[in-house]
């Protein structure tokens, strides 16, 4: 009997994860490549994603079933069905759908459930799914939002240590970015902090939380007070559900992953006023939500032109 297989890919703005699933779920061979965000690099995302892909079929003997490519800039871009019908003209026209790579990871974290998926990394959201229905809170980017982000705890961080400096007042945040930075002074400080790239803002996060474990009053109270936030955003997101409300939520990203005292506060803070709420980690395997995906709009596309 000829193996029976389903690919799903996982394209953000680093690099793409394509990984093969039998169609009981056990992982049969996976391929990396290039950034798949389309909004930034439309062509070269779009031959990244299939690439990938063709990598992945060439190591295995069987029928590929269907495609699902998660895509990073997808909701920018718009028209899937059109990166759809791209994608699939490059990979031998196999049955292939399109969704946002934060879809992608609410089916993975979900299994397949209704409920929500909360990301927090570099940015944050949250995404709930519903009878088929989306719902979306924040996601703004560093600017306007992103609360509870490593972005947004160390920009929080940075302008706790900013006004103590100004006040001088004593300020265990300023010691540590001062060492991180590598400067004599807060006053250093700012020039470097706006050359900074978005992850590289986010990845002082760690020192943030690490601190506030320590019982630094000040990094404690950035991310007591972050974690409000994204406990605010949740609560807004579940009030917005129809009844009766489902009430699984899926935590994803780094600082939920791995700050301990940030997921308490917010479990806590989300189950005052919903107390059937149920968290946990996702894996953030997130290619793994092909498995889940009950979508029937895969379509064989023949009308393109291989590019």
Known sequence: MTLKFQIGVDAGGTHSTAIAYDLEGKELGRAEGGPGQINADYEGGINNIAS???????????????????IA?????????????????????????????????????????????????????????????????????????????????????????LLSWDKREENGLIKMFTELMGVETMGDC??????????????????????????DKDALAIIKEQAHLLARDIIIGLDRYEDPKPMKIALT????????????????????????????????????GVMFDKSKDYRYFTNHEDR
């Open 52 to 70: 990938t892909v063709n990598e992945l079929l060439n190591k295995i003997d069987g029928d590929c079933v269907r495609v699902l490519a998660g």
């Open 190 to 215: 700012t020039a470097k902090f706006y050359r900074m790239a978005n992850p590289e803002v986010a990845g002082m996060a760690v020192h943030v939380a690490k601190l506030a474990d320590a019982g």
């Open 73 to 161: 800039g997808l909701s920018v871009v718009g028209n899937a069905p059109e990166v759809a019908a791209t994608i699939s003209s490059k990979i031998n026209n196999l049955p292939t759908r399109a969704i946002t790579d934060s879809l992608l990871a609410l089916y993975n974290g979900l299994e397949g459930d209704d409920g929500a998926l909360v990301i927090a990394g570099t940015g944050s959201v949250y995404n709930g799914l519903q009878n088929g229905h989306l719902i979306a809170v924040g996601g703004y980017g560093n600017i306007l939002g992103d609360e509870g982000s490593g972005y947004a705890i160390a920009r929080s961080a940075m302008q706790s240590a």
């Open 253 to 288: 990203g780094s600082v939920l992953a791995n700050n301990e005292m940030m997921r308490g506060l917010i479990e806590d803070e989300v189950k005052s006023q919903y107390p059937d709420a149920v968290f946990s980690v996702s894996n953030g395997e997130n290619a793994r």
